[in-house]
């Protein structure tokens, strides 16, 4: 049985009802008074009173306003996850097959006709958001692609605007927040209403996503990001270390776990975290710092297989591999966001510009679902074709099995495909039969 060597004492108990509350009072105002409600919460919550679509001329000379190092780091990232998802589509195909003589199905994929993208901007400019979400709709197929994201002073930042312009946002809102993902699911400001709406954000944000789904679809509800490193005694403590205060940086509520086998490294890995964590800069030392105090965990387990076991348990955001035999680990393990294999491989990469989408499931929604992908944003839809050689048997299994499920109208319409379209011989035969 695994053995803990730092427990998670956990945050302080949080009420989500008050989150609930507020974000259920903003919606229902929204749904009534429209673009004159989000004009009001935006300058209240964001001190936003300049236009709400961002000129299309702000954002083709954003790229110029972004240093050419970030420039062309976005442009390496934007390559990198839209061949990703372009080989994802590739392999998500349309067939047709005929299952019996004269019966003939098939399946579709579909893109939605129109996704609206949330790009977080609180702490942090989340450049990468904007690629990941955008690029990903477009690779699908989707002709029409909304984003918005919290403006500040002057805007949007550059950086911003010119990913979202470089992956392909045909319209870009001013708005953040409840506001922002209600804006796009009504259609306000003249834009149409998105069929599904995908990205991270804080709670409300989430929160929003929750309550407006079912007339517009979501990807997910995602939460405080979270991830594990698992490591044996061929790991470096030192990166270890580096890795578990790298994702603690995203907030106060991002848990980040070791599991490990060999003691040694656990005992060098605690030893090294507080002088990790004070080499990251203000504020980000003190939201890692209260991370790893309340939410981290170091696991030590006996056994590879156990290691495994745990992680799947777990089923993490981020799962990063720093052990021996990595074909093993991607072949074993099968409940995680995304795989990090190899000490080489930090979850950075994921989180920025390797490829692979880093809009992934949290606590714990791994064990049934997947990250953001070129599927999310398809309709896998199918169809039917009967000819008469297939009516005898499929109208009588049909007729059949509704009268039994006590579905009179169903049967009928079975059996006038009989009457209606099978030949009078073949009709004839049937009924000596």
């Known amino acids: 049985m695994p053995l803990t060597l730092k427990t998670a004492p956990g ?3 949080n009420s989500s009802r008050d989150t609930t509350d507020t974000v259920q009072i903003m919606l229902a105002r929204i749904a009534t008074q429209g673009e004159v409600a989000v004009a009001e919460y935006a300058a209240t919550l964001d001190g936003w009173t300049g236009p709400m679509i961002v000129p299309q001329s702000e954002l083709e000379a954003a790229a110029d306003k972004v240093a050419p190092a970030l420039r062309n780091a976005i442009t390496y990232a934007h390559a990198n996850i839209r061949a990703f998802a372009l080989a994802q589509r590739a392999s998500v195909t349309d067939f047709e097959t005929e299952l019996r003589p004269g019966l003939i199905a098939g399946q579709r994929q579909l893109p939605v006709t129109c996704a609206g993208a ?8 989340h450049i990468a958001s904007a690629l ?3 690029t990903t709709a477009r690779a699908a197929g989707v002709s029409h692609v909304i984003a918005c994201s919290p403006p500040h002073q002057g805007g949007i930042p550059p950086a911003i605007l010119y990913a979202m312009h470089l992956a392909g946002a045909d319209r870009v809102l001013n708005l953040g927040g409840v506001q922002g993902i209600a804006a796009m699911a009504q259609g306000l ?10 990205g991270p954000g804080n709670a409300y944000v989430a929160e929003a996503k929750r309550q407006i789904f079912g007339p517009t679809g979501i990807d997910m509800i995602a939460g405080p990001t979270d991830s594990m490193v698992v490591a044996d005694a061929t790991a470096d403590p030192a990166l270890v270390a580096l890795d578990l205060a790298g994702q603690a940086e995203h907030g106060a509520t991002s848990p980040v776990w070791l599991v490990t086998d060999h003691a040694p490294l656990a005992r060098q890995v605690l030893a090294l975290m507080p002088a990790t964590l004070a080499r990251l800069p203000e504020p980000n030392r003190t939201a890692a710092a209260a991370a790893w105090d309340a939410l981290g965990e170091v696991i030590l387990c006996s056994s590879r297989e156990e290691m495994a076991q745990t992680a799947d348990t777990y089923a993490p955001e981020h799962l990063h591999v720093q052990a021996a035999d990595l074909d093993w680990w991607l072949k074993r393990l099968s409940a ?6 190899g000490a080489e491989t930090t979850v950075a990469f994921g989180d920025k510009a390797a490829g692979p989408n880093h809009v992934l499931p949290t606590g714990r929604a791994a064990r049934y679902t997947g990250g953001l992908s070129v599927h999310k944003f398809l309709k896998t839809v199918t169809w039917q074709r009967v000819t008469a050689q297939a009516l005898p048997d499929l109208a009588t299994a049909t007729a059949t099995i509704s009268r039994a499920e006590g579905m009179e109208g169903h049967a009928l319409t079975a059996d006038a495909r009989l009457d209606t379209f099978l030949n009078t011989p073949l009709r004839a035969a049937m009924t000596k039969g």
Do not use: E, K, Q
């Open 118 to 125: 949330y790009v977080p901007g609180g702490r942090y400019a």
């Open 11 to 13: 945050l302080p108990p």
């Open 189 to 198: 400001f003249g834009l149409r209403a998105a069929d599904i709406l995908v």
């Open 132 to 134: 990941m979400t955008i």
């Open 336 to 341: 995680y966001g995304s795989l990090f294999l």
